[in-house]
């Protein structure tokens, strides 16, 4: 099951996460593992393309999928797998109650698109999409419809007169569904995809989009992104007595560095502010007790349709590798010729680890150490078990603005050392578990493009999205005063603009321009096993 890095061949290594029974059966199979067995795969995009949402038979085309594609639970390895996740539209189209609808997370129920929303993200402003989007505007989303508390005319105890009309943002192409396809080659992947396709057109679903998925480990075992760069190093290791444990059937351990409670990703679950998180609800029905849904705790007279379910944010994120390089190549000549006697160490590579915080292996940079880097661990493997304040407080190996530092700051941020644990605690409330993969074929030449579409499907899984993903976005990544900056927000995922290089005895500024761009994205309710079957009976 789960791998640290979780996207690495299986391989000698730290103890893996599993489930225990019986929820290892109740819960998709991606939640615990990346499928690093199955190299290749493919983003099905999918459209239900009837109107009115019906009265009985709106999960008919979830059944005829389950026939070909069956969804993949987490009790153990597949030779091949599948996962699935649906926007709050293509609930609402399947006929799932308004009741029910209703009970879903805000940030779910109003789609990534909402216009307030879109600002938080740093995708659209103004009515103007940023230079953080392709050009034109993102390709597709849920297109999910204002939410009523938009259009609310309700009479309200105090009068005002300011009028806010929010704006509906739809993209060309609408998503109700994305089923995500793990195989061994990309032969049957193909042919799997043709299958796919045909048992769903005669239930009006279209497949409207689609990326080839890829996931390559080197020797190693480490995946890379198209820049070249470890992908997936850092990840959260959730624990909970009883429920997530290892191969023995011992409860995992809590990590230290990186351990959230199970319900930072799992609904149902104790979760890191010691509360239950919450998902949705179903009215007791024999149809929703007959999928195998539990009666709801806190809720008599309701089912859990959240248990052992999830959010799953979807971003897709096109990478231009030739401009990113070439910019970084001029970035170190522009230093080496301004300053000869102390940049000779200075190349692309060098700069684009500083964006980055870590080398190409995955090496967190390190100062104080010979090579510049943290020393792998004991695995061999891209050591993650570190934190910040004690190690490189001020930034001079890994910046204080770079990509990672941003992502899970740990505890760097805290003003005092008795603060660190504060700090540390309140940074792993925010963890997301990233299970994206790379699309798009590989660039032979770094440094010229070939005009390919290439770039990373960015999928986290969270249960409080507006906590843990959007938190991460909004205020770490594109905060221009992160840790006591100024004006700059993330290197790699953020507008042009300009990141702050400790050195000694001087500091180096240099502009790094916006290489990763939105293609799309959208919020998905990822499912439990009975609540696919129950809304399979839909």
Same mark, same amino acid.
């Given at each position: ?197 045909? /048992? %769903?057109? @005669? ?6 989009? !689609?990326?080839?998925?890829? *996931?390559?480990?080197?020797? #190693? +075992? ?54 239950? /998180? %919450?998902? @949705? ?6 149809? !929703?007790?007959?999928?195998? *849904?539990?009666?709801?705790? #806190? +809720? ?239």
């Amino acid at each position: 099951m789960d791998q640290r890095p979780v996207s690495a061949a299986p391989q000698k290594g730290p103890p893996s996460w599993k489930l225990a029974p019986p929820h290892d059966t109740l819960t998709q199979g991606m939640v615990v593992s990346g499928f690093a067995s199955l190299p290749t795969g493919r983003a099905l995009f999918l459209e239900f393309c009837w109107d009115k949402a019906p009265k009985k038979g709106g999960g008919g085309w979830l059944e005829a999928l389950q026939a070909v594609a069956p969804i993949t639970d987490a009790d153990g390895k597949d030779a091949r797998a599948a996962g699935i996740g649906l926007t709050w539209e293509g609930l609402r189209k399947m006929g799932l109650h308004p009741n029910t609808l209703a009970s879903f997370d805000r940030p779910f129920k109003e789609g990534m698109f909402q216009e307030d929303r879109l600002r938080r993200l740093g995708d659209r402003r103004e009515d103007e999409w940023l230079q953080t989007v392709i050009e034109g505007g993102p390709k597709w989303s849920g297109n999910t419809p204002l939410d009523n508390a938009a259009v609310d005319d309700e009479a309200r105890a105090f009068d005002d007169t300011e009028q806010i009309v929010e704006q509906r943002v739809k993209t060309p192409i609408t998503v109700h569904a994305l089923l995500l396809l793990y195989e061994k080659d990309e032969e049957t992947a193909e042919a799997w995809c043709k299958t796919v396709g045909e /048992a %769903l057109a @005669p239930h009006n679903v279209k497949i409207v989009h !689609g990326l080839p998925l890829d *996931l390559r480990p080197d020797e #190693r +075992g480490i995946a890379r992104e198209h820049f070249g760069f470890a992908d997936g190093v850092s990840q959260p290791a959730p624990f909970e007595p009883g429920t997530v444990v290892i191969k023995s059937g011992e409860d995992y351990p809590h990590d230290y560095w990186n351990g959230v409670p199970l319900g930072e990703v799992l609904m149902g679950h104790v979760n890191g502010h010691h509360e239950v /998180a %919450l998902g @949705p609800v179903v009215e007791d029905t024999p149809a !929703g007790r007959a999928a195998g *849904l539990p009666a709801h705790p #806190r +809720g008599e007279g309701f089912l859990d349709l959240g248990l052992d379910g999830s959010y799953m944010v979807v971003r897709e994120l096109k990478q231009d590798v030739a401009a990113f390089w070439n910019s970084m190549q001029a970035g170190a000549e522009r230093i080496n010729k301004r300053d000869p006697e102390h940049s000779g160490h200075i190349d692309a590579e060098w700069i684009a680890s500083r964006v980055i915080g870590r080398d190409l292996n995955g090496n967190l940079l390190c100062p104080n150490s010979k090579t510049g880097v943290l020393p792998v661990d004991k695995y061999d493997q891209p050591d993650n078990d570190f934190l910040f304040y004690d190690r490189d407080r001020h930034g001079h190996g890994c910046p204080l603005g770079s990509h990672v530092r941003r992502g899970n700051p740990r505890d760097g941020l805290a003003p005092k050392p008795s603060d660190k644990q504060t700090l540390l605690d309140a940074a792993n409330n925010h963890r997301i578990l990233r299970r994206g993969r790379k699309y798009g074929p590989d660039i032979k030449d770094p440094k010229t493009d070939d005009g390919a579409d290439r770039g990373l499907l960015f999928i986290c899984l969270n249960t409080d999205i507006t906590r843990q993903f959007e938190f991460v976005q909004q205020t770490w990544m594109l905060n221009p005063n992160f840790a006591f900056l100024y004006d700059e927000v993330d290197p790699l995922l953020g507008p042009k603009g300009m990141l702050t290089i400790p050195q000694d005895p001087l500091r180096r500024i240099i502009e790094i321009d916006t290489f990763v761009k939105m293609a799309g994205g959208e919020y998905f309710f990822l499912p439990s096993m009975p609540a696919i079957r129950y809304l399979a009976s839909l």
